[in-house]
Each structure stands twice: as structure tokens, then as C-alpha cells.
């Protein structure tokens, strides 16, 4: 069965960094896009970043160009997520998904998900 399992979510203070972890198993990890998304209570569900399957190719929210990066280690099945700068409006579960081959930053083409890890970011 295809599992997701993100790691890494805490409370930091603004200004801070956090390193998440998302760990995929059951899938054959290169075939798939793979993505960071965040949703904060009362709010719709937003792309943070994705990457194609190769790394090749990135593709970032405006809100977090030059703070967050993506990349993705294919031999351990794990895409990392590094936060930078964070500020306080940075506040969410943040999930990360799977999709086969095609990457996209729109959730509802996302196949499989993980369960979430929360980041607070205190001011």
C-alpha cells in the first residue's frame, strides 16, 4: 500500500527554519511529481512547491520564492522540504503528495498524501 509519512513540523519562531521530511513507500518513488502543500484552519488547501520526478524542474508559490527549497534524495524515497525566514503566516499542516510522472502544483491531481505534520511559526 502507498504511504506518505511527513516528519520535521514544529513550533519556531519567526525568523527560524524547520527541515521537513516526507518518506514514500509502497510506489515506485521516480515515476512520480511530488509536492508540498499547506492548509491553515479556515483556509483552502495551497501548493507550497513541487518537483518533477528527475528534480529537474521546480515550481514555487510566490510566498515562498526564496525561502523555501524542495528537493528530493530518489534512493531513500524522500523529499525534503527546507524553510527559511519563516514568518508567521507560514502557520499550517503541511502535506506532502504524490502524482504520477506530470508534476503540478494543483492539489486535486494528487494521487496519494501523507497525514501532515503542523509548523507554527510564533511572532
Known amino acids: 500500500q502507498v504511504q506518505l509519512v511527513e516528519s520535521g513540523g514544529g513550533l519556531v519562531q519567526a525568523g527560524g527554519s524547520l527541515r521537513l521530511s516526507c518518506a514514500a513507500s509502497?510506489?515506485?518513488?521516480?515515476?512520480?511529481?511530488m509536492g508540498w502543500f499547506r492548509q491553515a484552519p479556515g483556509k483552502e488547501r495551497e501548493s507550497v512547491v513541487a518537483?518533477?520526478?528527475?528534480?529537474?524542474?521546480?515550481y514555487y508559490a510566490d510566498s515562498v520564492k526564496g525561502r523555501f527549497t524542495i528537493s528530493r534524495d530518489n534512493a531513500k524515497n524522500t523529499v525534503y522540504l527546507q524553510m527559511n525566514s519563516l514568518k508567521a503566516e507560514d502557520t499550517a499542516v503541511y502535506y506532502c503528495?504524490?502524482?504520477?510522472?506530470?508534476?503540478?502544483?494543483?492539489?486535486?491531481?494528487?494521487?496519494?498524501w501523507g497525514q501532515g505534520t503542523q509548523v507554527t511559526v510564533s511572532s
Open positions: 503528495a504524490a502524482r504520477v510522472a506530470v508534476v503540478s502544483r494543483d492539489y486535486r491531481s494528487y494521487n496519494y
Open positions: 509502497g510506489l515506485t518513488f521516480t515515476n512520480y511529481a
Open positions: 518537483i518533477t520526478w528527475s528534480g529537474a524542474s521546480t
